[in-house]
């Protein structure tokens, strides 16, 4: 076990480092979808910050195992070019050894990443619309533009031809809001910013203006008038609506619907798939003496992007019901699991057994 100690511990080294890289990258990517909102009044600093950490929970699930692949090609491909494993090999040591301690390593990330896509993608997911439902609380006068449209949450948006924000009022406001059986669309002269109190929640007061209501039902589409009308700021507690990406693995593993099915498939291949696109990173890791690996790195990333692509495209064939439910995602798999076999295990196999009769022609030479 010293070898497979060994070669998991160069395998570690640029894990830890790739892997923060990246989640420095992604993080940075993420914050730009929400630091627009927070400027804007939107979202406060502290839940762009819960929104960002959920995103790399739920990225973890790719970021690991592409920076699994990255780490075993560049490990193996220094010990190739520093003429390390040419030398294990002249000594004897099958290059099975090397693959089983690259199996133990990917085995433990496997169900790391087992678990992330089957307990905390939905909880991320979960909290995620739930921050994104309540995103009104934070709407602020003083951050606002005049003349843009902005989102509270997922059934309102605010408008306001002039602002100041000094004083947080508004003049010539419109508001359009989703009620359950229609929609309200109010216009106001003037409008005002009132923060929250010990028992008044932040709210918009309106002055002088308007209710168009809109119903679904024949004839009863509504005009009134007002001169002064609140509009509580605190999103009213109701359930969400159901979304598959939220709902609990259980729940799906007895589900029918072709798009929970896939949703399913998608968190239950995952660890599976980690193992093997980490094996199938030793061949690309083979490296001439003196000769840079940095090209065996670009060769991984690619086969690891269209592996990811061709698993996304599946997943939305059997959403569509394009392809039937199974093997459905799990068709990608075994093409992986094809190729491990195919550029791993046979010519391991063939090195073991010509290894073995190197040895025995040596005994039977002396």
Not at 42 to 60: D, E, F, H, P
Not at 106 to 131: C, D, H, N, Q
Not at 239 to 250: D, I, M, N, W
Request: glycine fraction near 6%; charged fraction near 20%.
């Amino acid at each position: 076990m010293i070898l497979e100690r060994y070669i998991i511990r160069e395998i570690l080294s640029p894990l830890a480092a790739i892997g923060l890289v990246l989640i420095a990258i992604f993080s940075g990517y993420s914050a730009t979808r929400f630091l627009n909102d927070a400027v804007n009044g939107l979202l406060s600093g502290q839940t762009v910050a819960v929104l960002v950490l959920l995103k790399v929970l739920i990225a973890l699930e790719v970021l690991l195992p592409v920076t699994l692949c990255l780490a075993v090609v560049l490990a193996l491909s220094r010990l190739y070019a520093d003429g390390e494993i040419p030398a294990m090999e002249a000594g004897g040591i099958a290059p099975g050894r090397i693959t089983k301690a690259v199996f133990f390593l990917a085995f433990a990330l496997a169900l790391l990443v087992g678990v992330l896509s089957y307990y905390a993608r939905p909880w991320a997911y979960e909290k995620i619309y739930t921050l994104e439902a309540g995103a009104g609380k934070d709407f602020d006068f003083a951050k606002v533009e005049a003349g843009r449209f902005y989102e509270l949450g997922n059934d309102l948006i605010f408008f306001a031809e002039q602002l100041d924000s000094d004083a947080k009022q508004a003049r010539n406001v419109y508001v359009w809001e989703l009620t359950p059986d229609g929609r309200k669309v109010t216009f106001a002269e003037m409008a005002r910013q009132e923060d929250a109190t010990a028992g008044r929640p932040k709210s918009i007061v309106f002055r002088n203006g308007h209710h168009y209501i809109l119903t679904t039902a024949a004839n009863r589409d509504r005009f009134i008038d007002f001169e002064k009308s609140v509009l509580p700021l605190t999103p009213v507690v109701k359930p969400l609506e159901y979304r598959r990406k939220a709902a609990p693995s259980v729940r799906l593993a007895s589900a029918a619907e072709p798009k929970e099915v896939a949703e399913y498939q998608w968190r239950l291949s995952t660890g599976p798939a980690t193992i093997l696109l980490a094996l199938l990173a030793i061949p690309f890791s083979r490296t001439a003496p003196r000769r840079s690996r940095y090209g065996k790195a670009t060769a991984i990333l690619v086969l690891f992007f269209l592996y990811y692509n061709f698993s996304l495209i599946t997943k939305t064939w059997v959403e569509k019901q394009v392809i039937p439910p199974f093997p459905g995602i799990w068709s990608v798999v075994l093409v992986l699991g094809l190729l491990v076999l195919l550029l791993v295990f046979i010519p391991g196999l063939k090195s073991r057994r010509a290894i073995r009769r190197a040895a025995s022609s040596r005994r039977v030479g002396t």
